[in-house]
């Protein structure tokens, strides 16, 4: 039985916003600290990944379907710790048989996997808003960020982001939305059940062709 990659929004509604990742590489210039807080500090790289996210939504519409990727590819490497994440939702029995060359090519399908599927059905609206609300101490010397993202209708979703630090940089590597299942959680189950199956070989194909078919969707649906 061939199995099927699902795509799991993470804010629902009319906006899918991942851990991952949606961002152009223009945001490298919108995410300024706020006065008196350090460039790396974890309410800074949320803000930064926020300012990106935002941006893209408001120029949606002039961007080319694979150059939004590619550019959203890059800023996720300098926001998100994704070997960590990609590492955690494979699980690390699995990561560590892999050799160094099909370990890089899991970790870069992973990265196109999560911004294609976040990717999917974003649309270009006005008037959304994101808000740091505080920062909290999590397990293990983790932080974590709490913000309010505010939709023009007035709807608000509530989203915490787990960062880490590694030599004093701050990553994310975790995202819930609502109090609910992370979504690190999500794509762990979801990654098990088929490599239970199907082995990482497996895996790697189903997430190439989910990547391809997400692709063929949005230039279906008159994405440039």
Do not use: C
Not at 85 to 104: H, M, N, W
Not at 138 to 151: N, T
Request: hydrophobic fraction near 40%; proline fraction near 3%; avoid cysteine.
């Amino acid at each position: 039985m061939q199995f099927r990659l699902q795509v799991y929004p993470l804010f629902g509604r009319r906006l899918s916003l991942a851990a991952a990742a949606l961002f152009l590489a223009g945001a490298f210039f919108f995410g300024q600290p706020a006065a008196g807080q350090p460039h790396n500090a974890p309410e800074s790289v949320v803000e930064h990944f926020q300012d990106g996210l935002l941006y893209t939504i408001q120029n949606f519409t002039s961007m080319q379907y694979d150059t939004r990727v590619a550019s959203m590819e890059a800023l996720i490497a300098e926001t998100f710790d994704v070997p960590r994440i990609a590492r955690t939702v494979l699980g690390p029995v699995a990561y560590r048989s892999l050799e160094d060359g099909k370990r890089q090519t899991y970790v870069g399908l992973f990265t196109r996997y999560i911004v294609a599927t976040q990717s999917h059905g974003l649309s270009a609206e006005d008037g959304q808003s994101f808000s740091v609300q505080g920062r909290r101490d999590g397990a293990r010397r983790s932080v974590i960020v709490d913000g309010l993202y505010s939709e023009a209708d007035g709807s608000e979703t509530q989203v915490s982001y787990i960062l880490t630090q590694d030599r004093d940089v701050w990553r994310i590597v975790d995202v819930i939305v609502d109090g609910a299942v992370s979504e690190v959680s999500l794509r762990r189950s979801e990654f098990a059940a088929v490599v239970r199956d199907q082995g990482v070989d497996g895996l790697l194909n189903a997430l190439n062709e989910k990547i391809a078919e997400l692709r063929s969707d949005a230039l279906a649906a008159g994405e440039q």
